[in-house]
Nanobody, 114 residues
Framework: QVQFVETGGGSVQPGGSLRLSCTAS????????MAWYRRHPGGPYVLIAR???????YYHDSVLGRFTISRDNTKNTVDLQMNDLKIEDTAVYYC????????WGQGTQVIVSA
């Protein structure tokens, strides 16, 4: 069973940047259409970015222009570059397969506060 591991979270001031990374030991992420999700405190999983085989990557309106999804198959990672972070970006961030959903990992916490 694939086990996703998210890293790179932390505490940052508004306007700052973070780069999150996703990997899975023993499983090639290249076999999946990978995506990033987040959960605000008490809220549901929300899709914020994903790759597409037929178009440019999808981004939720709330992060469009600020976040960028990328992958490095040689390192078996899928990253999320997060720029111009806002208070409302505070959440736990998760990676997962979009079309073939796998069990959720533990996520990585992002806290944006002044």
């Amino acid at each position: 069973q694939v086990q996703f591991v998210e890293t790179g979270g932390g505490s940052v001031q508004p306007g700052g940047s973070l780069r999150l990374s996703c990997t899975a030991s023993g499983s090639a992420l290249s076999q999946y259409t990978m995506a990033w999700y987040r959960r605000h405190p008490g809220g549901p999983y929300v899709l914020i970015a994903r790759f597409s085989k037929v178009s440019n990557p999808y981004y939720h309106d709330s992060v469009l222009g600020r976040f960028t999804i990328s992958r490095d198959n040689t390192k078996n990672t899928v990253d999320l570059q997060m720029n111009d972070l806002k208070i409302e970006d505070t959440a736990v961030y998760y990676c997962n397969a979009f079309t073939l959903r796998q069990p959720w990992g533990q996520g990585t916490q992002v806290i944006v506060s002044a």
